[in-house]
């Protein structure tokens, strides 16, 4: 009981005080006008530093006043700390060490995912599933697609750039540099009836290739 009443108390003021300190390392947004306020939706962006893990929060939310729940490794639920701050946000443990129960656990994260998306909040994802270290974007999983095709929720491709200046993977406070973010226009998959394994990385690709354009990159995969 304790915990939940700190809890309660907590994510009130984290959710203005985030966003007012992240803004001191923000240069530019691009595409505020693409977030729709009206729907549930999902947030796909590239990932390079630990620092984008509430920077797109730190701009969405207080716009739109809904809570938003990012995909998070659940590494991180070993450490008190993170685990207090990340079940505040109500974050969806994803499980990567390739156990035996894995796939079962993953399994009843989408369903969490799209119980949030069902009550017309948000969901983020990061599709590489990791930071990339240097910068370009990797491989992504089909997650996203799978979200997407399920809920029927339209996708939000966002670009993060310079974010790995701010707070590279070896330091652990930010460094005095500035990100941009650059927000693109929904994507709907609606169309597509099928869940199988080539309609997913067909729309995992058409994802990608936004937030390639978004970053100025090439997504050749």
């Not at 691009?30 to 590239?46: M, T, V, W």
Request: aromatic share 12%; charged share 30%.
């Amino acid at each position: 009981m304790p915990y939940l009443i700190v809890a309660l108390m907590v994510y009130p003021v984290s959710r203005r005080i985030v966003p007012i300190i992240y803004w001191s390392w923000i240069r530019k947004v691009e595409g505020l006008e693409n977030i729709p306020e009206d729907k549930p939706f999902i947030i796909a962006s590239n990932h390079t530093s630990y620092f984008d893990d509430f920077l797109l929060p730190s701009i969405i939310v207080p716009r739109l006043n809904k809570k938003m729940h990012a995909l998070v490794n659940s590494y991180y639920w070993k450490y008190f700390v993170t685990r207090f701050f990340l079940d505040i946000w109500e974050c969806i443990p994803v499980f990567v060490d390739g156990s035996k129960d894995s796939r079962k656990k993953n399994e009843q994260a989408v369903k969490r995912a799209l119980n949030y998306l069902k009550k017309k909040e948000i969901v983020m994802i990061f599709p590489e599933g990791t930071r990339s270290k240097d910068g370009r974007l990797k491989k992504a999983y089909t997650g996203v697609a799978k979200l997407a095709l399920m809920s029927k929720a339209p996708v939000l491709p966002c670009g993060i750039i310079g974010a790995d200046k701010v707070l590279p993977r070896e330091a652990m406070l930010p460094r005095f540099a500035r990100c941009e973010v650059k927000i693109g226009k929904l994507m709907h998959f609606a169309k597509y009836k099928k869940t199988d394994k080539k309609t997913l990385e067909k729309t995992t690709r058409q994802i990608m290739k936004e937030i390639a354009k978004l970053t100025s990159q090439k997504y050749n995969y």
